[in-house]
């Protein structure tokens, strides 16, 4: 019988004590729920925000805290992402982090479980579209927007697939919001150079070029997960919305919450742990 795992719920990692503390606050929600210890350690990054701004408490990140739990002789691992879709992070980093470990503990057993979006990501998992439609339709009670237009934003990425993953809620929400708002449409926060990330257009910085948004009230749609550098408060997509409304591109550009605000949020990680779970225990 393979022993209980340890859990990591892994995110990318950010320079911000904020997002530290959101990773924690959810791992210890998703602890709560599935009535297992689950650990909040990220990717890269977080290993650098000072311990005094974490009451004292570094931050983990994957490839320490791996090693050390080997070390420890701890063979059993599960990876729960809160990742979007799936990011070369998730793809390319973790399996090389993995192979690593298992340099020095052959007998090494990991599950990595499905990204938020799932397997397809053409058709990902509804829970996405439904919390930001909650969250559109919460901002437009509070702000008394009548039919605004929903700029549905993500960071942008090289990755045609996490691409993919956005562009297909966009669509999903778009069809749930059908006469209630305006028009939904997918932007990026920021892109790559170069003509083979242009699928990450419109940015969000020029999303008053699209045909008759110039002008009118927009609902941001934060497609984030955590707060940080860039869907924190005073962040990019804060500083992207103050520039539009300086020019006047548009006429307001309110934000909706993110989505760890969401208990949808903890349904979804739920599942996707215990489905990682039953894929260990059938390894065993």
Same mark, same amino acid.
């Given at each position: 019988?393979?022993?209980?795992?340890?859990?990591?719920?892994?995110?990318?990692?950010?320079?911000?004590?904020?997002?530290?503390?959101?990773?924690?606050?959810?791992?210890?929600?998703?602890?709560?729920?599935?009535?297992?210890? !689950?650990? &909040?350690?990220?990717? $890269?990054?977080?290993?650098?925000? =000072? %311990?005094? *701004?974490?009451?004292? @408490?570094?931050?983990? #990140?994957?490839?320490?805290?791996?090693?050390?739990?080997?070390?420890?002789?701890?063979?059993?691992?599960?990876?729960?992402?809160?990742?979007?879709?799936?990011?070369?992070?998730?793809?390319?980093?973790?399996?090389?982090?993995?192979?690593?470990?298992?340099?020095?503990?052959?007998?090494?057993?990991?599950?990595?479980?499905?990204?938020?979006?799932?397997?397809?990501?053409?058709?990902?998992?509804?829970?996405?579209?439904?919390?930001?439609?909650?969250?559109?339709?919460?901002?437009?009670?509070?702000?008394?927007? !009548?039919? &605004?237009?929903?700029? $549905?934003?993500?960071?942008?990425? =090289? %990755?045609? *697939?996490?691409?993919? @993953?956005?562009?297909? #809620?966009?669509?999903?929400?778009?069809?749930?919001?059908?006469?209630?708002?305006?028009?939904?449409?997918?932007?990026?926060?920021?892109?790559?150079?170069?003509?083979?990330?242009?699928?990450?257009?419109?940015?969000?910085?020029?999303?008053?070029?699209?045909?008759?948004?110039?002008?009118?009230?927009?609902?941001?749609?934060?497609?984030?997960?955590?707060?940080?550098?860039?869907?924190?408060?005073?962040?990019?997509?804060?500083?992207?919305?103050?520039?539009?409304?300086?020019?006047?591109?548009?006429?307001?550009? !309110?934000?909706?919450?993110?989505?760890?605000?969401?208990?949808?949020?903890?349904?979804?990680?739920?599942?996707?742990?215990?489905?990682?779970?039953?894929?260990?225990?059938?390894?065993?």
């Amino acid at each position: 019988m393979t022993p209980s795992p340890r859990i990591f719920l892994i995110d990318n990692g950010s320079l911000r004590a904020d997002a530290v503390w959101a990773l924690r606050a959810l791992a210890a929600q998703l602890s709560e729920q599935v009535g297992l210890s !689950v650990e &909040p350690v990220s990717l $890269l990054h977080s290993g650098k925000v =000072p %311990a005094f *701004e974490l009451g004292g @408490v570094p931050a983990q #990140v994957v490839k320490s805290t791996l090693r050390r739990w080997v070390e420890a002789g701890e063979r059993a691992f599960v990876f729960v992402p809160l990742f979007l879709g799936p990011s070369r992070a998730i793809t390319d980093y973790l399996p090389e982090l993995i192979a690593e470990a298992r340099q020095t503990a052959p007998d090494l057993k990991v599950v990595v479980a499905e990204t938020l979006a799932g397997a397809d990501v053409d058709r990902p998992d509804a829970r996405l579209t439904e919390m930001l439609a909650a969250h559109v339709r919460a901002t437009l009670a509070t702000s008394g927007l !009548v039919s &605004p237009r929903v700029a $549905l934003v993500d960071h942008g990425t =090289p %990755a045609l *697939e996490v691409n993919r @993953v956005r562009n297909a #809620v966009a669509r999903q929400l778009g069809e749930l919001l059908k006469g209630e708002v305006g028009a939904v449409a997918p932007c990026s926060m920021e892109r790559r150079e170069g003509s083979a990330y242009d699928f990450n257009e419109p940015l969000l910085e020029r999303v008053d070029r699209l045909e008759a948004w110039s002008g009118s009230d927009v609902i941001v749609a934060l497609f984030f997960l955590l707060p940080g550098r860039h869907a924190g408060a005073a962040g990019d997509v804060a500083q992207i919305c103050d520039t539009l409304l300086e020019r006047r591109g548009v006429r307001s550009a !309110v934000r909706t919450p993110l989505l760890c605000e969401h208990p949808l949020l903890l349904d979804l990680l739920a599942d996707r742990l215990k489905a990682a779970l039953e894929i260990l225990s059938e390894r065993a």
